[in-house]
């Protein structure tokens, strides 16, 4: 394991950094985080976001009601910055949808001019590295201006910075419906009827799922949250018929116990469970992807579905496959940066053990900081979901604490950074034993453990 250097920055920087702000990339719930703390640290800083608006990628699952109340969905020193604007929190131990997040927290929060004036929307953050250095050159890095190039719709241009938080979650990075990890064979030439995790199937693309068949694919909480949107589809549109593919014996993800505090999340599992019982949701267990093909049918394309199950291989024919087997980490942009990643879920190496689903769930989770998220690269830090890597037990108030750690780190508040706290739901969720499957899901901020 490389040796990392844990001592606090030095409050005057060396002079090639003197000046330069800290780079955020992300502006969801955990990259709004930082910019709060590190609005009250008096630390400058630019908040890089890839989509056109605040909260891009929470927006795109708007319609979906997090497991979690808005006791957990409230970074502290967000609410202090908002809280002399006249701001008032929302109902404790209410549930919002993903549009209520940003409307009623995020976007306030980013209107704030000490962070509205930092914000670059539409940008995005294509590579990192440090100023005139790949990632082999050692002499004097510390000491070297990060270097971030940025895309945006008229020009490429690049940035440096003296720090950066990378919090670019991993929803525009989905797994795949492979089993082996790979893409299926043939998914080029059925990509239009293949949706993307927690389609709005009772608003805006509801004629894509009405009086056809879905199959939706994944074993967590994305895939249960889709299942009984469909359900309540297939009430209206008789027609409707619904197929959940997983590639284990059971879902065990989407199972609670009684015991867990989320209980938006506590009833999922028994609700899926009693539909599959009926008869009104076909379960297909122990089936593999391996290839995918277009067929047409009545004149209407349809995809072909080519799975090993037991010995041999079996197809189903679908109008329409929901992907929501999980999200992993774009680690394509980092390829210049000194990183230190646990070989199975892509978490940063010191946290990994903390949070293997094979062991733990949301609420189990030990506090966590700037110590288990700093890489040998000094002064980059991956949080928020992209932390977790590929597991799937992400908790907003995780990634809270996680950039408080990181900002009283960046200030050079030893002491601070050190002192974590989080104190979290139990859960009841917990996956043991095997390997970690990926055909399970977590939604950024709102399926499987996160919210």
């Known amino acids: ?15 090639r950094l003197q000046g330069l702000p800290v780079a955020i990339v992300g502006a969801g719930p955990i990259g709004l985080a930082a910019a709060a703390n590190l609005t009250e640290r008096g630390i400058d800083f630019v908040l890089l976001e890839a989509g056109d608006r605040i909260g891009a990628s929470v ?3 708007g319609h979906t009601r997090l497991f979690s109340p808005w006791k957990h969905l409230v970074d ?14 929302q109902p404790a131990d209410s549930l919002p949808t993903g549009t209520e997040l940003v409307e009623r927290f995020l976007a306030p929060l980013a209107a704030l001019p000490a962070i509205a004036d930092r914000t670059r929307l539409g940008v995005d953050v294509t590579d990192i590295t440090r100023e005139g250095m790949d990632r082999t050159r050692t002499t004097g890095r510390a000491q070297t201006p990060f270097l971030l190039r940025v895309r945006s719709a008229d020009r490429v241009e690049e940035l440096t910075a003296r720090a950066v938080i990378d919090a670019s979650g991993t929803y525009l990075t989905p797994n795949s419906l492979g089993s082996s990890g790979l893409d299926p064979l043939g998914l080029p030439d059925v990509a239009d ?24 694919v994944g074993a967590g909480h994305s895939a249960a949250n889709t299942l009984l949107k469909l359900a309540t589809l297939a009430e209206q549109e008789p027609a409707t ?13 989407v199972s609670t116990s009684p015991d867990d505090e989320l209980a ?7 609700r899926v469970d009693a539909l599959v019982d009926a008869g009104r949701i076909e379960l297909v267990d122990r089936f593999e992807i391996v290839r995918l093909a277009r067929d047409v049918v009545d004149e209407a394309s349809v995809a072909r579905i080519t799975g090993r199950r037991g010995d041999g291989l079996e197809t189903i024919s679908a109008d329409r496959i929901v992907n929501a087997t999980g999200f992993r980490p774009n680690l394509e942009m980092l390829r210049e940066i ?4 646990d070989d199975i879920v892509e978490a940063p190496r010191r946290l990994a053990p903390l949070i293997d689903p094979n062991v733990h769930s949301c609420g189990t989770v030990e506090p966590h900081g700037f110590a288990e998220l700093t890489q040998p690269e000094r002064d980059f830090f991956i949080v928020g979901m992209k932390s977790y890597g590929r597991a799937p037990t992400f908790l907003l108030a995780t990634g809270y604490e996680q950039v408080r750690s990181v900002s009283a780190w960046l200030a050079g508040d030893a002491a601070a950074a050190r002192n974590v706290e989080l104190v979290l739901p139990a859960t009841g969720v917990c996956s043991t034993g095997g390997a970690v499957s990926t055909n399970g899901s977590a939604t950024p901020d709102a399926g499987g453990c996160c919210g």
């Not at 394991?1 to 002079?15: E, G, Y």
């Not at 502290?76 to 929190?89: E, K, N, Y």
């Not at 293949?194 to 709005?200: F, I, K, Q």
């Open 59 to 61: 927006m795109q699952w």
């Open 76 to 89: 502290p020193a967000a609410a202090r910055l908002l809280s002399a604007t006249g701001w008032s929190p």
């Open 1 to 15: 394991m490389t040796l990392i250097d844990l001592t606090a920055p030095s409050t005057t920087a060396p002079s």
């Open 264 to 270: 938006a999340r506590a009833s999922i599992g028994a």
């Open 241 to 253: 018929r619904i197929t959940w593919v997983i590639r284990n014996a059971t879902a065990a993800r």
């Open 193 to 216: 009827l293949v949706s993307h995790a927690l389609p709005d199937v009772l608003g805006r693309e509801r004629a894509a799922f009405a009086g056809l068949h879905t199959v939706v």
């Open 338 to 341: 000194r990183l230190e990643l």
